[in-house]
């Protein structure tokens, strides 16, 4: 009898055990939902550090100095950090995977001398602009043929991958010449693979820095302003981001740090 009482109360507190544990499963679970509710409703003020999606291929926008990523856009995110109290930590990838990196959320922002298009527009917002730049034309030094954007009408363009000049060449020619870094397209002018190559000027200036085989054309593809990548409806980080942009060019902050980089 003794026995047969043990064993209904080793049974009970089995039980009860089994359910002490199935309650601590349900709220574990409930806390992980709870999380990510949190996380993907996460505003600026909740955060603490402001994760930049960029491709240090640009310079001197952005580019490796020995194992650091330095230029003109990190120097004025880093800025923007400072205005809305976060730490900022740049991430380097190809240029073609910023925007997915946003809407994965892998990324708060794209800072990677992006212009504003209507393309860009359909899968993520932008901030007010911050710097004015143009489409450059890069031929080899001792290419007479091609003098303006004109000229380039059926010649085979190179450009990076996903950048502004990638989406306007194809205006002129159906030759075009993808390159993961716009280094690679400006060797592949220099060795008479291709025609040309559209890119960012001050880009294409330094490109053509030093070599002899490089030149740039006086008269530019494109005009166009940068802004900075958000991910679609984050209309809060727009705000707080324009705020901060604001004060930086009122400061004279966003000037200072272009000058740093680019000669007058």
């Given at each position: 009898?003794?026995?047969?009482?043990?064993?209904i109360a080793?049974?009970?507190v089995?039980s009860?055990?089994a359910?002490?544990i199935?309650?601590?499963g349900?709220?574990?679970?409930?806390?992980?939902?709870?999380?990510?509710?949190?996380?993907?409703?996460?505003t600026?003020?909740?955060?603490?550090?402001?994760?930049?999606?960029?491709?240090?291929?640009?310079?001197?926008?952005?580019?490796?100095?020995?194992?650091?990523?330095?230029?003109?856009?990190?120097?004025?995110?880093?800025?923007?950090?400072?205005k809305l109290?976060?730490?900022?930590?740049?991430?380097?990838?190809?240029?073609?995977?910023?925007i997915?990196?946003?809407?994965?959320?892998?990324?708060?922002?794209?800072?990677?001398?992006?212009t504003?298009?209507?393309?860009r527009?359909?899968?993520?917002?932008?901030?007010?602009?911050y710097c004015?730049?143009?489409?450059?034309?890069?031929?080899?030094?001792?290419?007479?043929?091609i003098?303006?954007a004109d000229?380039?009408?059926?010649?085979?363009?190179?450009?990076?991958?996903?950048?502004?000049?990638?989406?306007?060449?194809?205006?002129?020619?159906?030759?075009v010449?993808?390159?993961?870094k716009?280094?690679?397209?400006?060797m592949?002018?220099?060795?008479?693979?291709?025609?040309?190559?559209?890119?960012?000027d001050?880009v294409a200036?330094?490109?053509a820095?030093?070599?002899d085989?490089l030149?740039?054309?006086?008269?530019p593809?494109?005009?166009e302003?940068?802004?900075?990548?958000v991910?679609?409806?984050?209309?809060?980080?727009?705000?707080?981001?324009?705020g901060?942009?604001t004060?930086?060019?009122?400061?004279?902050?966003?000037?200072?740090?272009?000058?740093?980089?680019?000669?007058?």
């Amino acid at each position: 009898m003794k026995k047969y009482l043990k064993s209904i109360a080793a049974m009970a507190v089995i039980s009860v055990m089994a359910l002490g544990i199935a309650g601590c499963g349900s709220s574990d679970s409930k806390t992980d939902e709870s999380s990510n509710a949190n996380t993907e409703g996460t505003t600026t003020e909740e955060k603490d550090t402001l994760v930049v999606a960029t491709n240090a291929e640009f310079p001197p926008y952005e580019y490796y100095e020995g194992q650091e990523i330095v230029g003109i856009d990190v120097e004025i995110m880093k800025a923007v950090g400072e205005k809305l109290g976060m730490e900022v930590t740049i991430e380097d990838m190809a240029f073609d995977s910023i925007i997915p990196a946003i809407q994965s959320g892998k990324a708060d922002i794209g800072a990677a001398g992006m212009t504003v298009t209507e393309d860009r527009l359909a899968n993520v917002d932008f901030t007010d602009t911050y710097c004015h730049a143009s489409q450059a034309i890069i031929v080899n030094a001792s290419n007479e043929e091609i003098k303006t954007a004109d000229d380039l009408t059926g010649k085979t363009i190179g450009v990076q991958l996903g950048t502004t000049g990638d989406m306007y060449a194809g205006d002129v020619t159906e030759n075009v010449e993808r390159y993961n870094k716009g280094f690679e397209a400006a060797m592949a002018v220099a060795q008479g693979k291709i025609d040309a190559v559209v890119i960012d000027d001050q880009v294409a200036k330094s490109l053509a820095e030093g070599n002899d085989q490089l030149k740039v054309l006086d008269e530019p593809f494109t005009e166009e302003d940068y802004a900075i990548a958000v991910k679609k409806g984050n209309t809060e980080l727009v705000e707080k981001i324009n705020g901060a942009l604001t004060e930086l060019k009122e400061d004279g902050t966003i000037q200072s740090i272009i000058d740093k980089y680019i000669a007058e």
